[in-house]
T-cell receptor
Framework: DAMVIQNPRYQVTQFGKPVTLSCSQT?????MYWYQQKSSQAPKLLFH???????NEADTPDNFQSRRPNTSFCFLDIRSPGLGDAAMYLC??????????????FGAGTRLSVL | GEDVEQSLFLSVREGDSSVINCTYT??????LYWYKQEPGAGLQLLTY?????DMKQDQRLTVLLNKKDKHLSLRIADTQTGDSAIYFC????????????FGRGTSLIVHP
């Protein structure tokens, strides 16, 4: 059974039209992450939540926002998608962030296309 | 340069062993991980090694860690077509949070 679920699997949006990607987890993990993955590049961490605490990476554009209304759900909002935002977006969870062994569980990803 | 480096491609014949290499720069690494990503899917943890170990074996997988050279490898014995995927090396380090840093991934192609 999938433990980290991302919806939708594929999302097409228009240039400048806001879009929201969703992620849910059944693991009851404290930490949820959003990564952007482009072809032949390392997954790039955008931000993470430790419980309700939001942590933005320094180089994450303001165009990207996130919400975590409860433990199970986390959303990625792209306010004005540009062509350069077309990518695979991965959601991940982990139990704790202060453990040296930090195993992450990933969803299948949402592939975003921007027309 | 990047914190975690991997070569982009590896091609092997079915039944042969595959060796995927990774180098990292941070000497305060605590755990090192190998994740596998199949087409259209997310990353899935394959195995991990604690930094005070130099080898870990798990069925067909052998992880070797050379701390002095900051070099990590993943050996897959008897490689099958189902092993075709992208393999990501990642490290977590001391200080602050332990969020892993990923490499760019090595695309393993297994041909008959």
């Amino acid at each position: 059974d999938a433990m980290v679920i991302q919806n939708p699997r594929y999302q097409v949006t228009q240039f400048g039209k806001p879009v929201t990607l969703s992620c849910s987890q059944t693991l009851n993990h404290n930490v949820m992450y959003w990564y952007q993955q482009k072809s032949s590049q390392a997954p790039k961490l955008l931000f993470h939540y430790y419980d309700k605490d939001f942590n933005n990476e320094a180089d994450t554009p303001d165009n990207f926002q996130s919400r975590r209304p409860n433990t199970s759900f986390c959303f990625l909002d792209i306010r004005s998608p540009g062509l350069g935002d077309a990518a695979m977006y991965l959601c991940a969870t982990s139990r704790e962030i202060q453990l040296a062994k930090n195993i992450q569980y990933f969803g299948a990803g949402t592939r975003l296309s921007v027309l | 340069g990047e914190d975690v480096e991997q070569s982009l491609f590896l091609s092997v014949r079915e039944g042969d062993s595959s060796v995927i290499n990774c180098t990292y720069t941070d000497s305060s690494s605590t755990y090192l991980y190998w994740y596998k990503q199949e087409p259209g899917a997310g990353l899935q943890l394959l195995t991990y090694i604690f930094s005070n170990m130099d080898m870990k074996q798990d069925q067909r997988l052998t992880v070797l860690l050379n701390k002095k050279d900051k070099h990590l490898s993943l050996r897959i014995a008897d490689t099958q077509t189902g092993d075709s995927a992208i393999y990501f090396c990642a490290e977590s380090t001391e200080g602050g949070s332990y969020i892993p840093t990923f490499g760019r991934g090595t695309s393993l192609i297994v041909h008959p």
